[in-house]
């Protein structure tokens, strides 16, 4: 009931570098279909990098 559809799929967002998983995201699949692909900071690299969506 609280679910609209279920078109919302929680991702984890993990650097390229380091392979830090450092966000978490909600991803509308509908919209969406491909992999997130996200420039944000990572506090391991201390700098901005690409984030990936995670398995
Ligand atoms: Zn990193």
């Known amino acids: 009931m609280a679910n609209k559809k279920g078109n919302r799929l929680k991702v984890t967002l993990a ?3 380091c392979k830090n998983r450092n966000y978490d995201n909600m ?5 969406t279909t491909e992999k ?3 420039n944000k900071y990572c506090p391991t690299c201390k700098k ?6 995670a398995k």
Do not use: A, D, G
């Not at 991803?27 to 919209?31: A, I, L, V, W």
């Not at 901005?48 to 969506?53: G, I, Q, S, W």
């Open 36 to 38: 997130l692909e996200l």
């Open 48 to 53: 901005h990098t690409v984030h990936k969506e």
């Open 27 to 31: 991803k509308n699949t509908k919209n």
């Open 15 to 17: 650097c390229t570098e």
